[in-house]
């Protein structure tokens, strides 16, 4: 079963910055399309970013211009830079493995304003 840890997440004040990490298990990830996902308490969870396995990007609306998504291959890990952090940002933060449809056990980022 393949699996990813994320890490990076933690409380920062509006304006400022994180980067998140997901490492993940197998050699699959040179071939599998990345995602980050957020979702707060009583909503549903939705995409934040997505990577494919050559570099495409994909953003929502309200992040475009502050995170960055990337990925290196050599590490298995796949990463979310966050600027500019607004207090609508805060909530659990997961990666998800489009390859075997996998998540990992979440990261919290709290934004206060």
């Known amino acids: 079963q393949v699996q990813s840890v994320e890490s990076g997440g933690g409380l920062v004040q509006a304006g400022g910055s994180l980067r998140l990490s997901c490492k993940v298990s197998?050699?699959?990830?040179?071939?599998?399309?990345m995602g980050w996902y957020r979702q707060v308490p009583g909503k549903q969870r939705d995409v934040v970013a997505t990577?494919?396995?050559?570099?495409?990007?994909t953003y929502i609306d309200s992040v475009k211009g502050r995170f960055t998504i990337s990925r290196d291959n050599a590490k298995n890990t796949v990463y979310l830079q966050m600027n500019n952090l607004k207090p609508e940002d805060t909530a659990v933060y997961y990666c998800?493995?489009?390859?075997?449809?996998?998540w990992g056990q979440g990261t919290q980022v709290t934004v206060s304003s």
């Open positions: 998800y493995v489009n390859w075997s449809g996998s």
């Open positions: 197998e050699r699959i990830f040179s071939i599998t399309t």
């Open positions: 990577i494919t396995n050559s570099g495409r990007t």
